[in-house]
C-alpha cells in the first residue's frame, strides 16, 4: 500500500452531512488489496465511522476480525463491527461480540441476518437468538453501542408496512441507538418511511444508506431480492448508456442528486454500501461537497 506524506487520522469533512461507509471482508489476495484501496480512498473524507460485514453463522469470523482490527490500526477509523445471529447459539454470538469488544470495538450492527439461500426462511438455531430484537437486548447488556437495520421499502418477510415499523419500534424498545436503511433509489421511500417512523414515536436517527450503481444488473438482482424498487426510468438510463465512462458518470450523477434531495429534506448523515469498490462512493461525496482531509495509512498492518 502507498504510504502518503502526512500522518494522523482523517479530520472530519467540511460538509454539513457526515459521512459512514460499508465494507466486507475479503476472500483473496487480491480482494484484500481491492479493500484497502477502498479504504485509502475513503478515509480521507473523515467517516464518523465504518462497518465491516460478518457473515451469517461466522462464516466470514476471522476476515471480519482482521479487516477490522487492520482498519483500526492502519486507517485510525472508529469500526462498527456486524453481527448476526443465523446458524449460531446465543453462546457462540455472545463470544464474538466479546471478541470485537476486545478488539476496542465499541458498536455493533446487529442483524437477524439473511437465511441460507434454499432454506425456505429463517429458522432461529435451537440455542440461539430468535431474531435481531433478543440479539440487541444481549448487546445493550453487553455495553454495546447498536445499530439496526430499517426498510423505507418494507422488509420482504414483514406481513404489513406497520408490522415492519414495529418491527423497528421493538428494536429501540430493545435499546438500539439508531438505524441504517436498506437501500433504495427515490428520495421519497426514505421521507416517506422517516414521517412514518416519527409518527409512531420512534425517536431515534433514520440513516439513509446509499448504494451507489456500479453494476445495473446485479443491482437489479439484489434489488429484486431485497425488495428494493428500481424504477423504470433509471432502467431505462442505464439501457441508454453505452460505455463505462456514460454509466460511471450516470450512476454519480443520480446518486448525488439523490443525496442532495435527502440533504434538504434534513438528512444530515450518509451512509454508502461501498461494495468495497470505493470511487463511486468517493465521486458523489465529492459532488456533494465533502473535502478530503490530509491522510496516510500507518506503515504496517494487513488483512490475513
Excluded at 269 to 284: A, E, G, Q, R, S
Aim: proline share 6%.
Amino acid at each position: 500500500m502507498t504510504d502518503l506524506s502526512e500522518t494522523g487520522a482523517p479530520g472530519p469533512n467540511s460538509s454539513p452531512v457526515s459521512l459512514s461507509f460499508e465494507f466486507f471482508p475479503p476472500q483473496s489476495t487480491e480482494a484484500t488489496l481491492q479493500l484497502w484501496r477502498s479504504v485509502e480512498r475513503l478515509a480521507p473524507l473523515g467517516p464518523r465511522f465504518v462497518s465491516v460485514t460478518y457473515g451469517a453463522g461466522g462464516t466470514t469470523r476471522t476476515r471480519t476480525k482482521a479487516a477490522i482490527r487492520t482498519i483500526q490500526d492502519r486507517a485510525r477509523l472508529t469500526v462498527a463491527g456486524h453481527l448476526t445471529c443465523v446458524g449460531a447459539t446465543r453462546a457462540e454470538t455472545l463470544a464474538m461480540a466479546r471478541e470485537y469488544r476486545g478488539m476496542g470495538v465499541k458498536r455493533i450492527v446487529a442483524l437477524r441476518g439473511d437465511p441460507p439461500k434454499g432454506s425456505g426462511g429463517f429458522v432461529a438455531h435451537p440455542d440461539g437468538f430468535t431474531g435481531s430484537e433478543e440479539l440487541v437486548v444481549a448487546l445493550v447488556d453487553e455495553g454495546f453501542d447498536v445499530t439496526v437495520s430499517a426498510y423505507p421499502e418494507t422488509h420482504p418477510e414483514a406481513t404489513s408496512p406497520q408490522a415492519d415499523i414495529e418491527m423497528l419500534r421493538r428494536k429501540v424498545a430493545a435499546g438500539a441507538n439508531r438505524a441504517i436503511t436498506q437501500f433504495f433509489f427515490e428520495a421519497e421511500h426514505f421521507l416517506r418511511y422517516r414521517d412514518r417512523v416519527a409518527a409512531a414515536g420512534i425517536d431515534v436517527e433514520i440513516i439513509p444508506g446509499i448504494l451507489p450503481i456500479e453494476n445495473f444488473a446485479r443491482m437489479s438482482r439484489f434489488a429484486r431480492a431485497c425488495g428494493t424498487d428500481v424504477p423504470r426510468w433509471m432502467e431505462s438510463a442505464f439501457g441508454n448508456a453505452q460505455t463505462e465512462e456514460e454509466h460511471s458518470l450516470l450512476a454519480t450523477a443520480i446518486a448525488t442528486e439523490m443525496c442532495d434531495q435527502l440533504i434538504q429534506a434534513g438528512c444530515d448523515h450518509l451512509h454508502f454500501y461501498t461494495l468495497n469498490k470505493p470511487d463511486l462512493t468517493y465521486n458523489v461525496a465529492r459532488a456533494l461537497g465533502c473535502a478530503p482531509a490530509p491522510f496516510a495509512m500507518a506503515a504496517q498492518g494487513g488483512v490475513a
